[in-house]
Every structure is written in C-alpha cells, then in structure tokens.
C-alpha cells in the first residue's frame, strides 16, 4: 500500500519537474523574445539614418534623433513638411495593392532625400514608418559629372566645326590656288614638252582629288548643309550619299520643317552617322529604313536594318568593346533623350533615338 502511494507521488514529481523544465524553457523563450524586441526598439534611435513615423494622414507620431536633429519643424509642420508631402497617393497604393513601401526622392532645394516609405501596424493602428537618408553628395556629384560631359561633347563640337572651317576655309582654298598655278604652267608649256605637260596634268588630278578628301572630311567633321538647309535634307542627303559609297540600299522618309536647337541636330546627325557605319561594318544587311519624325512631345530617329542582328544585355548601356553605341546612348542622354536598341541575332537592328522636344 505504501510502496504504491510512493511509486504515485515519485511520478507526480517527475511530471510536475517535466513541466518546470517546459515552463523554464517558455521563460527563456520569452526572455529571448523580450531582447530582440528591445533591440528591434532601440534600431531606430541608433539609426544614423532619418527614421520618422506618422499616421496615415501623415503626422508625426515618432522621430529618431537624427531626424529630430535634422528637421526640428517637422513635428510642427506635420504633412505640410517637404518630407511629408504627397503620402496621400502612396496610402492609397498600399491599400489598393500589396506594396509594401514605395521609394522617392525628394529635393528641398537645399538637400536631396532618398525616401523609404512602409506601411506598418503598431498594435492594431496603421502607421507609416519612412526611413529617409541623405543623398545630396552622390546627387551632386551625378550632376557634376553630367555637366561635364555635356561640356565635353559640346566642345569637340565646336573643335570639329572649327578645324571643318578650316580645313574648307584654308587647306580647300590653297589646294584651289594650287590646282590654278598648275593650270596656267600647263598652258605655258612648250608643245615639244610632251612629259612635262602629261606630269603637270596628273598633278592637277592629284590636287583634285586631295580637294575632293578635304571637302569630304571637312563635311563628315560638321555637315554644313544642317545650318543652312535643316535637319531633314541633310539626313536625307547624308543616306544618299552613304548608300551611294557603300552600295547598301538606304530608303528615307523625314518630316519637314523642324526646328530643333543645334544640339538636338547634331546629336540626331551623328546617331544616324554612328548607325549606317554599324549597318555598313557589322550588319551585311540589304535594306535599311531610316525615319525621322515628331509628335507633340518628342522628335524620334530611327534606323532599321535586315541584317544579322546581335545579341546584347538587356540593361543599357551597352558593355562592349566598341564605342560607338555608348557613345549613341551619351549623345542621346545628354539632351534627356532615350536611345532604344532592338536587335536579335538573325533578325536585323533597330536604333531609335527619342529627344524630348
Ligand atoms: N547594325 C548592327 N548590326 C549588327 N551588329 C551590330 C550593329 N550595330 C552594332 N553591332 C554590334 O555591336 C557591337 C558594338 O557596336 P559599337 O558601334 O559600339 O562598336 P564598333 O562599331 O565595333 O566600334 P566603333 O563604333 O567604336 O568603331 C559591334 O561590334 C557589333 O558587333
Ligand atoms: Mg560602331
């Protein structure tokens, strides 16, 4: 009797310290718990970064330091603050999809922003927790490096156009002069003088041809056929004669009448220029279409081959070891445009150049 009261409590203890060894580990757990969400607390107002929460009509209900230090007003101000402008739309968004933040930037004029806006709950209220860091350094230097390269472009330009001048304006005219004293030598030839004549003859052609290379070279260097006749019939005159020299068969359909700034036709002239060297080098295509044409927003310039196509990596620009579509894409950026290249291999090229207007 008595050995069974004991043997009764013996395994009571063994349950009741099984389930001690449980609750202990539950209040471990908790404790475990407890920690992470203190530290999860104390991210925010540890983070270097703005970490600022509102409610959904976009007033502040939490700032860590570094926002506090960096936007004192904000409290104040409320969804009036730069930094809390426009959440409306994104509050909408969150409730109509399943976005769980939305990314912006922000320019107050005097700093650029990099916003992170969530949607979260604290307990059972909708916030929004925007994490917000500073961006103006990278932002500025971005810009400084896009001013460059405009200026860059734009003094090869101007290089190009002058030495063009030059090239037509002095070497063409001497090479003219030349070719003229080499005439009337001819004239002053005596009859019996037979080789010396046939010698002078082919230097004239000589100085011919040298004038025709000049003449060329200057007009590759700056068309000037775009400052007097406009964009339109220089491109079209410029496939003719490219077609002609690289027996490549070029149709050509423009728009008349556009009044682009020289930038924009320089850029587009070059794209097309660029582009039928491409056809000519890698495509071995038979056909190619060119088109230049706007609409209410922007003027577009495409040039499409049959060719062999190639295959490239969807993100532009382009890594390849040529320059030129880079060099299509920088053009084209510089004036906020877009530059699209859609090619396979096997299936021809198509480059379309988008300028704003
Ligand atoms: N129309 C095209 N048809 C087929 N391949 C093309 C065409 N355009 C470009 N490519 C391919 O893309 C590559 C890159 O062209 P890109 O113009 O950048 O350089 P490149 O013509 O080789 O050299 P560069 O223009 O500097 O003289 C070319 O080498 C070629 O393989
Ligand atoms: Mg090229």
Redesign the pocket.
Known sequence: MEDAKETAVSSQIVALQARIAQLEQQVSDYQHLEKKLQWLATFPEQNPNMVIETDLLGRPTYMNPEARQRFPELWQQGPSHPLLKGLRPIVAAFVDTDEEFVGREIDTGDAVLEQKVCYTMDGDVYRLRIYTHDITARKRAEEAIQELAKRIVQAQEEERQRISRELHDESGQALTALKIALEILQGDVPPEADGLRQNLGEAIALTDSARDQIRMLARGLRPPALDTVGLNLTLEDFCHTFGRRTQLAISYKGTKGLKLEDAANICLYRVLQ?AL???A???QASQVMVKLWQDETAVHLSIA?D????ERKASAP?Q???????GMHERVELLDGRLEID?KPGQG?TVIAHLPL
Request: charged share 15%.
């Open positions: 660029e060297n491409n056809v080098k890698h495509a081959d060719g062999l196509g190639f382009p390849s070891a040529g320059l030129g579509l880079l090619t090229t």
